[in-house]
């Protein structure tokens, strides 16, 4: 996915909130002589379902937006539940959210551009439209942002 600039006379109107807490890092972990990689789902979802609103709710106040002013959320998408989750903490109606996990499954780092694409050739999205993005990941790390699109 490539960012660029907002052409001469064009706000892109563009913020992001990130958040990163060790505590959770267990969840995540590669342990002892072996290259397995174990995750604790219910800890996961626990810490997502609780930081991604909180990321989203920070970038929202600090433009001035409620939730009900994003027209398009375009997320990382480990699960279908914890999106709706996501979205019900947030008080983002989850129908606003551009969904690829039925085609596609969990594409980790990818998902984000996929879903993006996708919202682009289904024609959700139109100049002005504020799109949020939201994610979260091993570590334990979270993050919102915001986007006029152009």
């Known amino acids: 996915m490539l960012i660029e600039a907002a ?12 958040f990163t807490d060790g505590r959770d ?30 990321c989203i709710g920070r970038v929202l106040s600090r433009n001035g937006l409620e939730p009900g002013d994003v027209d398009v959320v375009v997320p990382h998408q480990p699960s279908r539940s914890l999106l709706a989750d996501i979205a019900k903490r947030s008080g983002i109606p989850f129908d606003r959210f551009q969904l690829t996990m039925d085609r596609y499954a969990n594409t980790v780092g990818a998902t984000i551009p996929i879903a993006l694409h996708e919202a682009i050739r289904q024609n959700r999205l139109s100049r002005g439209d504020r799109v949020l993005f939201a994610a979260a990941g091993a570590g334990f790390t979270a993050g919102a942002a915001i986007h006029h699109w152009n």
């Open 7 to 18: 052409p001469a006379g064009r706000n892109a109107g563009f913020d992001a909130e990130l």
């Open 25 to 54: 890092r267990e969840a995540f972990t590669i342990k002892g002589q072996t290259d397995r990689f174990e995750m604790d789902g219910p800890g996961v979802y626990r810490a997502a379902s609780e930081a991604v609103p909180a």
